[in-house]
């Protein structure tokens, strides 16, 4: 890319239930905006509680083409304006994941373009921080499904892990209560639907790890407390109630004793359950600098994935080979535990 250049990056995510295609824009300067967000969000797993991996694989394969002609065509333009393609390589389900991985591989090799390989959460991460053009160092809280991990996003690409769940994490904590509690799928927006009409107070949960030194969640506990007072015979509204809040006090609570204590005055929370109205109200009560998703950016989504793939261009950072193994448990790019 020249300094009077803009370049279109595709990004493709496939790591779970969600076949997501987004097209990111590259300006010169290094601003970065969302052309285009598609995502067939699957609706085959809602009998089974719970996302079958065999099924998310062929729901993949069937839709990809129509999102990715969708995204196109949102962002008016045509495949061969691509500068660049990037695709979800890890964490996630292996099978549902090489689907998009190898999409992405093929469609780049097809049209003699770059291909980067963009690991999952740093995706969550750049949906917040790109749009907000946010300069590191700061903190990053990803909360999800598969994922509750605190980030110290550091100058040069670098991330240090500061804390993260020793169990479950907590979006998949939210779908066990409202699956217990016969709430619907998917978990996290029927818990806050039915928590509006609940008493945050009527089940007397505790903080997971209240008192600890570090930063590392638990949501095991939880769930099984959850489970008892379901069998207790708690009102589904009142246990949704009094999860949602005891849930949002840990994540909260142990995401700002990691920015004091690191000194950072910005947080950046993403991830499907940064969706959360009481998350979200809680944080901006902190004091801190708080930056969620654009909308449509909380969730899995190919737009985070081609602004993973905007910053991996901005920083210099090599392309894929395109006959390479992009590993499907590729640890986070420069990642290191803290030693907090």
């Not at 009998?47 to 065999?54: A, F, I, R, T, W």
């Not at 505790?206 to 069998?231: D, I, N, R």
């Not at 910005?266 to 998703?293: H, I």
């Amino acid at each position: 890319m020249t300094s009077t250049d803009s370049q279109l990056i595709l990004g493709i995510d496939t790591s779970c239930d969600d076949t997501g295609v987004g097209i990111a824009e590259l300006h010169p300067g290094g601003t970065v905006t969302v052309r285009a967000n598609r995502v067939w969000s699957q609706t085959v797993h809602a009998s089974y509680g719970g996302v079958m991996p065999e099924l998310a694989s062929r729901e993949h394969v069937e839709r990809i083409d129509a999102v990715m002609a969708d995204a196109l065509a949102e962002a008016g333009m045509d495949v061969h304006d691509l500068g660049a393609v990037a695709a979800t390589s890890g964490p996630g389900l292996v099978g549902a994941l090489l689907v998009g991985l190898m999409y992405g591989k093929g469609l780049a090799q097809g049209l003699n373009i770059p291909f980067h390989a963009a690991h999952h959460l740093e995706g969550h991460i750049f949906a917040a921080a790109s749009e907000a053009q946010l300069v590191p160092p700061y903190l990053a809280l990803v909360v999800s499904g598969g994922h509750t991990h605190i980030f110290d996003v550091q100058p040069g690409g670098q991330y240090v892990l500061v804390g993260a769940t020793r169990d479950d994490a907590a979006g998949e904590a939210f779908d066990k209560v409202a699956r217990l509690s016969g709430l619907g799928y998917p978990g996290g927006p029927a818990v806050a639907e039915a928590a509006k009409l609940g008493n945050p107070r009527a089940v007397p949960f505790k903080v997971p790890l209240a008192g600890q030194k570090g930063y590392e969640f638990s949501f095991s506990g939880l769930k099984t407390a959850a489970l008892l007072a379901h069998k207790a015979g708690a009102k589904p509204e009142d246990l949704a109630a009094s999860f949602q809040a005891v849930a949002v006090k840990a994540l909260v609570q142990t995401t700002l004793r990691a920015a004091e204590d690191l000194g950072r005055e910005t947080v950046v929370v993403s991830g499907g359950v940064a969706a959360n109205v009481a998350l979200r109200k809680a944080f901006t009560q902190t004091g801190l600098k708080v930056v969620f998703p654009g909308r449509g950016l909380n969730t899995d989504n190919g737009a985070m994935i081609a602004l993973a793939g905007a910053a991996a261009i901005r920083e210099g950072r090599a392309a894929e080979g395109l006959g390479s193994g992009a590993a499907a448990y590729a640890p986070l790019a420069n990642v290191a535990d803290s030693s907090l």
